[in-house]
Nanobody, 124 residues
Framework: QVQLVESGGGLVQAGDSLRLSCAASGRTFASYAMAWLRQAPGKEREFVAG????????NYANSVKGRFTISRDTPKNTVYLQMNSLKPEDTAVYYC?????????????????WGQGTQVTVSS
């Protein structure tokens, strides 16, 4: 059974930091790219950051460049999202997802596996 389990969300103040974790199990994800997406109330889900499991190549949405860092720990099968200088507009449910080989981060149909989501709330 494939599982992506997120953790690390919470309530913080603007300017604070949080680190999200996504523990993957149930299959090998070596050929996949792992990504974080988020969905704010009343808005569509959007791509935040992605990383190739095989070579570590990263990709970020413009809104988080320079503030967020995605990384992976291969032996632990875990992906992280370090979020610094958080803003109220970062408030959302954050999802970890596995993007199929050759897929696009911006096409939700290319994500084969999803976590349950973790809430991040940033107060002003």
């Amino acid at each position: 059974q494939v599982q992506l389990v997120e953790s690390g969300g919470g309530l913080v103040q603007a300017g604070d930091s949080l680190r999200l974790s996504c523990a993957a199990s149930g299959r090998t994800f070596a050929s996949y790219a792992m990504a974080w997406l988020r969905q704010a109330p009343g808005k569509e889900r959007e791509f935040v950051a992605g990383i190739s499991w095989s070579d570590g190549t990263t990709n970020y949405a413009n809104s988080v460049k320079g503030r967020f860092t995605i990384s992976r720990d291969t032996p632990k099968n875990t992906v992280y999202l370090q979020m610094n200088s958080l803003k109220p507009e970062d408030t959302a449910v954050y999802y970890c997802a596995a993007n199929r080989p050759g897929g696009s981060y911006y096409n939700e149909y290319d994500y084969h596996y999803w976590g349950q989501g973790t809430q991040v709330t940033v107060s002003s």
